[in-house]
């Protein structure tokens, strides 16, 4: 294929795109192979092999356009160059369409790099790299960057390590764990049985028990509320009260365990009374917990606060601050796969039953550890409730971004549904066969960089992009880059500390955190939170600002110690 001698700007290197002149037609490719050719007489040159991706036509207006696809090929001896500037930004330049601006090309830093908002958001997306590649700051610009161009748009980010707790500003209402309340009758009956059995096999004789009194206690709390007749109730029949084990209707903790309890004393059999009990006793274990406070505060209090919740959790009413970061960094292990399945399922069914009136994106961290390719692996329910929004999600204007450092290990079903993808560095052999096997498009030669790639350079494929690019994403300002909360920065005035102090402040916080309400010191009442760090209902869990046993004093502490041990 005769191509002139490049100039220095325009090497025709792997990477680089050419045009090839095809009758009235420009065709664009992109090269994928540079082979040294010679003809035996001394006379030496360069073939190039060639994908064809596009070609720029002129409207009947006399513009010219770029459109993916090709109409018609080129023939032995058309002419072929390295497009230049100018033919670059005409593939690249913001459409008619609403395009957002995430960086610029690695080929051409002068060239602005769009995505496509409504290809990026309808058919989702996912971010895969390996961790310190930038991953996070390029979740976060693509997130500032959706929130601007669609103002309807509502963003949920589950944040595994606390890392985007700043990236937006007042932009976003952040969640943590002291402040979250998600009562415990919103959980279905599959995560409300992980949670009382920790993750562990659970025992068929005693979830047979809780199928059958759930649904009763719902209805005794309905039927309270109008006829404030508790007595008369528990002879009410469960299986004609109109509820199932998973309607979300709010019932009381003690109703539970009183049904149990009656159950269990009408009983003569030794054995069967041994399943009442120690039902009783694993559900008394996890409400005295003071980590499943979340849950359990108000458990026999009552109050159907769903709307509110949905209203604040997923920014219904943003009040100009439509993103909610849930920080999970905090929760019990063992109720992490449950919250992330509840917040899944909601995030879905509401936008089922509203018809997909308010837009949202559920953006999810770590994506790999809560839909493991390994079936065996992980929650399965939390699994089906992230698969669920990837395949019918779009239908409800529930949109999916997957954010993950081993796309290897995440359900290829899920990966599959995401049409826009950005690659950055991964050095796994495993997690770029899968990034192969799941891009289709022409440009996939382009995963041969994925390897090489710097900080913040990722390829992007897809739906979302004009054609695959290897770009850069845009440097956030330093006060808005993601950072982990839980990596200690220099206390203000710190002093020195020895190793046993800062040893002595980790048990004493170990320890408080099992420690209850009620076997803590009376303190003052705590200051007034940060206004974008609320609970979602309820009143907040008891906490202490600057005594010596608080929480709050004991993080102070063990980060002064921390950072003068890493100082010597």
Known sequence: MPAPWPTEEGRATVG?????????????????????????????GALANVDLMGEIRRDEAGRFTFQRGVAEYPGIGDYAAVIGNEELRLIYKASARATVRIGQLHQDRSIEAHVDVDSLLTKHFAVLGSTGVGKSSGVAVLIGELIAARPDLRVFVL????EYGRCFGERASIVKPATLRLPFWLFNFEELVDIVYGGRPAVADEVDILAELIPLARSMYGQYKVANDRLSLKKADPRVTGYTVDTPVPYLLQDLAALIDERMGKLENRASRMHYHRLLARIEAIRSDPRYAFMFENANVGGDTMASLLSHLFRLEPDGRP?????LAGLPAEVMDAVVCVLCRMAFDFGLWSDGALPLLFVCEEAHRYASVDHAVGFGPARRALARIAKEGRKYGVYLGLV?????EL??????????LFAMRMTNDRDQALLRS????????LLDFVPSLGT????????????PARLTFRTLPAHLVPHSEAVARPPAGAAAASTADFVRAV???WRGVALGPRTRPEEPAPPAAPPRETALAGPASPTSPASPASPASLASRLDEARYQILKR
């Open 411 to 420: 359900d290829p079903t899920i990966l599959s549904q995401c049409s826009t």
């Open 438 to 445: 799941a891009v289709s498009d022409a440009g996939a030669n």
């Open 16 to 44: 680089r795109f050419l045009a090839i002149q095809a009758g009235r037609h420009r065709l664009i490719g992109m090269i994928t192979e540079v082979l040294a050719h010679g003809d035996g007489t001394g006379v030496h």
């Open 323 to 327: 993103v909610s970061v849930m920080q």
């Open 507 to 509: 048990v004493e916080r």
């Open 159 to 162: 944040d595994g390590h606390n």
């Open 404 to 408: 993950t450092q081993r796309p290897a």
């Open 456 to 467: 913040g350079e990722v390829v992007g494929f897809g739906e979302g992009v004009p054609l």
